[in-house]
């Protein structure tokens, strides 16, 4: 005996982006969470593994930003050490008559504070990089959400459409469930054939197999869809929309120029970083080979002779590296190289972009174009049906050509019911491409 599945109803939390149901009533049998496409993909986003990864990703560039800018404070330190020697540290010898020797034993301490004045340029090009990779992070944060968004309309749709499909075919026996009553009729009153019964008998057995398949399927399909927004294999998540009788209107209000979208996508965005980074990387690498200069301040002890000494200073430090440009200049030029690389690449990924939003926008019009010519047949063969049922009933045709019709009909509303569901994802697709996917 097949499974009852009750309807709940899901409320998306706007926050979290999790589901929120509640059962119309208590029930031990596995229910439908039935939610919208813009609920599905909140609580894809708040679930999926991936993003969880991203987002941590984002938190730790965050954390190396904040790091970056401590950069900048002065560098307190505090040290201190004692001593003890077998041998005096100082000795002098008296008139060659005898040593005198001094100090074999003391100790020192002392706290003091530098700060950085010049670094080459490392500490500002340090923090910039870092606020360079935060804005990297998240733009990988946002490439990973919208390809959930992608999986989870590529599922919503599919079984929206499966279960139009389903219609069509509960439909169809309908149909044939009259027709099998008339020839039935028509084969005890001596005016037909028990063969044409058996057609539509066989024609109906076969619809109903078609059915089991379809329903094993959307059963597949809500499983699959539950595990996609974060709910668990135990779980079912129905659809809200359906497929609609009118075709929808034509996309132009979609389109958007290439060059207006490119700096729109993240992948274009996320080069554009890439370029960024390697520019300042190259200039740090410039900058170790730079004089640094610090000034500072501390307070230092000592007690050598047994005499206590305490006492405040100021310093200037000034380091030039000499033997580093040896292989320094080599670094530099590699991340020079390096960059000259990442500027090749963004120039050619936004060609390729480019023709990828192009082919995405062909894809979404010949959706609608294959859509409407599909509608059209359902027109033309409802009309068909209409008439080789009256030429039937008339006794102008066979059973067999009013079957043919009825599978002309069945068809044309499955085509169109899966050009519907191509359109809306190439929609997600298109809108994908040129950035804008929400």
């Not at 998240?138 to 599922?155: C, D, G, P, Y």
Request: aromatic share 6%; charged share 25%; proline share 2%.
């Amino acid at each position: 005996m097949k499974t009852i599945y009750k309807t709940i109803i899901c409320i998306a939390a706007l926050g979290a982006g999790a589901g929120i149901c509640r059962a119309d009533e208590p029930s031990e049998a596995v229910t439908d969470t039935v939610c919208s496409l813009d609920e599905c993909k909140r609580m894809a986003i708040a679930n999926n593994a991936d993003i969880r990864v991203a987002d941590n990703n984002l938190r730790a560039a965050i954390e190396t930003r904040r790091e970056a800018f401590t950069k900048y404070f002065p560098q307190v330190s505090a040290g201190g050490s004692w001593f003890k020697t077998h041998n005096d540290v100082l000795q002098y010898n008296v008139l060659d008559l005898f040593t005198l020797g001094i100090i074999n034993k003391g100790k020192a301490a002392g706290i003091w504070a530098l700060q950085p004045v010049f670094a080459g340029g490392r500490i500002v090009n340090g923090n910039k990089l870092a606020k360079v990779g935060e804005e990297a992070a998240r733009i990988r944060k946002e490439q990973s959400a919208n390809q959930v968004q992608l999986q989870t309309e590529a599922l919503y749709w599919q079984l929206v459409t499966l279960k139009a499909q389903k219609h069509t075919v509960e439909s169809a026996i309908t149909m044939l469930d009259t027709l099998s009553r008339q020839v039935g009729a028509a084969v005890d009153a001596g005016v037909a054939t028990r063969n044409d019964l058996l057609k539509v008998e066989l024609k109906r057995n076969g619809y109903r197999a078609d059915l089991v398949d379809l329903d094993n399927g959307i059963e597949l399909m809500k499983m699959l869809l539950a595990q996609q927004v974060g709910l668990g294999t135990d779980a079912r998540v129905d659809v809200r929309a359906q497929v609609p009788d009118t075709v929808p209107a034509y996309p132009d209000a979609l389109f958007i120029r290439t060059s207006e979208a490119l700096d729109l996508t993240a992948d274009h965005r996320l080069l554009v970083k890439n370029v960024e980074a390697k520019d300042l990387e190259k200039r740090m690498e410039v900058g170790n080979y730079l004089p640094q200069v610090g000034v500072g301040a501390g307070w230092f002890y000592h007690d050598v002779l047994n005499q206590d000494h305490n006492f405040g200073g100021v310093m200037v430090t000034v380091s030039v590296p000499l033997s580093g440009w040896w292989g320094g200049s080599h670094a530099i030029k590699r991340k020079k190289l390096e960059l000259a690389n990442a500027r090749t690449e963004l120039s050619n990924l936004g060609q390729k972009l480019e023709i990828e939003m192009s082919d995405k926008w062909d894809n979404l019009t010949a959706a609608h174009r294959k859509m409407a010519l599909a509608s059209e047949a359902i027109v033309q063969s409802k009309e068909n049906l209409r008439l080789n049922q009256a030429y039937y009933d008339a006794g102008m045709s066979t059973i067999t050509d009013l079957l043919d019709a009825q599978t002309l009909y069945r068809q044309a509303q499955d085509d169109y019911t899966g050009a519907y569901g191509v359109f809306k994802l190439s929609e997600a697709q298109y809108l994908n491409a040129t950035g804008r996917l929400k």
